[in-house]
């Protein structure tokens, strides 16, 4: 994958990444007005780089290609939520679970069924319709939601991993 394929492939998942940022922050606010505490700790993103394509791709046992990184990869962009408390991560999972032009590929719950290393989160990947000048392209997020004491672990944890 030359650079520009892979700045040309990336864009439509920039802005998926922007219109799920938005949703969330909208529903932020709808589940802020209906108890009066704002769910929503923060929000991060990324966009995987186009070395980190062709490392998965190549784990995967695929070509560094543009079709192949659409075809089989789920996580090219991906959003983190930090939410406070557990109820606040299952709120915004039903909330989002009611937005009609979300398709839900994939769904799982580390918070019920942690990791054997002790990782919680709620993990899914959803399409979003990105819509160009030639209609909507559905583009794929994967989206974590978990709570500060989660992330504050999970953090850690990865650090330790690599460091030692």
């Given amino acids: 994958m030359t650079n520009e394929q892979y700045y040309d492939c990336i864009q439509p998942y920039q802005n998926a990444c922007q219109i799920m940022r938005a949703k969330l922050e909208v529903l932020n606010g709808s589940l802020?007005?209906?108890s009066s505490v704002s769910p929503i700790h923060n929000i991060q993103e990324r966009i995987k780089s186009k070395r980190s394509i062709e490392k998965k791709l190549e784990k995967l046992g695929?070509?560094?290609?543009v079709q192949n990184a659409k075809d089989h990869l789920r996580d090219i962009a991906g959003i983190r939520v930090i939410c406070?408390?557990?109820?606040?991560i299952y709120n915004l999972v039903n909330a989002l679970k009611r937005q009609s032009e979300l398709i839900f590929i994939?769904?799982?719950?580390?918070?019920?069924?942690?990791?054997?290393?002790?990782?919680?989160s709620y993990h899914m990947v959803v399409t979003v319709?990105?819509?160009?000048?030639?209609?909507?392209?559905?583009?794929?997020?994967?989206?974590?939601?978990?709570?500060?004491?989660?992330?504050?672990?999970?953090?850690l944890e990865h650090k330790i991993a690599y460091k030692f």
């Fill in 32 to 34: 802020y007005q209906k």
């Fill in 62 to 65: 695929y070509s560094d290609s």
């Fill in 84 to 88: 406070y408390f557990i109820d606040d």
């Fill in 106 to 120: 994939r769904e799982k719950d580390y918070i019920q069924n942690p990791k054997p290393n002790g990782y919680k």
């Fill in 129 to 155: 319709p990105v819509y160009l000048t030639d209609g909507p392209v559905e583009t794929k997020v994967e989206i974590q939601i978990r709570s500060v004491a989660m992330d504050f672990w999970a953090s």
